[in-house]
């Protein structure tokens, strides 16, 4: 949570006065590359050596990276550390927060069913027969298209504008791919690539949006304010759908139960697109 929050603050002040898409897009794929590395690794490794060699392994690397990271930062962030240090006070924040509560309803929904479909889509796909390689390959199949795309979506919506429609669409297609895949089996590789895609269309957009709307003195806060709201979703939703699981035998009503939270968002994301909170929130693309 830490961690998260700082670099998202720590994005807003290095491109602070323009725009944040790209930015966004760039720093919000690191989250879907490392849950990439893990799922494919992970199962391999603890089949092979453990599953404390996975701890052992990960919480090595964590230390290396942080290490790097400190010493980086260090160089390359003085001036910067410098000018929040010494930088001006607390500035109102107006309707602002409004935008990030409703960014954050949002973002519960959307990890809610997201961090769902992690926890129970290797199991799924066990039942259709798929082996452990396989598994973890489809599971993080979007991972690895949110993280191609994030920086490729910040880009189109700081060139042409389209946030909401960036949001809304990508709420839609993750609603569409869930009905889809608890009704019609819709393949593991078609599903992947519609979340994938979705939760691109969907980061971006709202963590660039949370830094443009508020002013410099609240947005720490405002990025805790939604990191909250996302773990909330990761609390809440992942058992509900296990219960659901169980009691049902099977997983079409867990499917179904993360589809009604993807729609769930989209109607949340329509009210925030109405709010037109901040410029470039505009219902479709400018060219």
């Not at 879907?32 to 060699?53: C, F, K, Q, T």
């Not at 052992?56 to 962030?77: E, K, N, R």
């Not at 006070?89 to 107006?94: I, L």
């Not at 720490?220 to 992942?238: E, K, T």
Request: proline share 5%; hydrophobic share 55%.
């Amino acid at each position: 949570l830490v961690g998260v929050v700082s670099l998202q603050r720590m994005t807003v002040r290095l491109f602070e006065g323009r725009a944040l898409g790209l930015p966004m897009g760039i720093s919000s794929s690191a989250i879907p590359a490392g849950i990439v590395v893990v799922l494919n690794v992970a199962g391999p490794l603890a089949e092979s050596h453990g599953w404390r060699e996975v701890a052992w392994l990960t919480g090595l690397v964590t230390l290396f990276i942080a290490g790097v990271f400190l010493a980086a930062s260090w160089f390359l962030l003085k001036g910067q550390l410098r000018a929040e240090r010494s930088g001006a006070g607390d500035e109102p924040a107006g309707r602002g927060y409004r935008a990030v509560w409703i960014a954050g309803t949002v973002w519960i929904m959307t990890n809610g069913a997201m961090f769902s479909f992690t926890t129970f889509a290797p199991d799924h796909f066990l039942d259709l027969g798929f082996g452990t390689g396989a598994r973890g390959l489809f599971t993080s199949l979007p991972m690895w298209i949110s993280a191609l795309l994030g920086p490729v979506i910040g880009f189109t919506v700081d060139r042409h504008g389209g946030r909401a429609a960036s949001l809304g669409l990508g709420m839609a297609l993750m609603t569409v791919g869930l009905l889809l895949a608890a009704t019609a089996g819709l393949h593991p590789v078609a599903l992947g690539i519609a979340l994938g895609l979705a939760m691109a269309m969907i980061v971006t957009p709202l963590y660039s949006m949370v830094g443009e709307v508020m002013p410099a003195a609240h947005v720490g806060r405002a990025f805790g304010i939604l990191a909250s709201c996302g773990n909330l979703g990761i609390f809440v939703f992942p058992p509900l759908a296990g219960r659901v699981r169980d009691v049902s035998g099977g997983y079409l009503w867990p499917f179904l139960l993360m589809a009604a939270l993807a729609l769930t968002g989209m109607a949340v994301a329509e009210v925030l697109r109405r709010g037109r909170f901040t410029p470039g929130w505009t219902g479709s693309w400018r060219i």
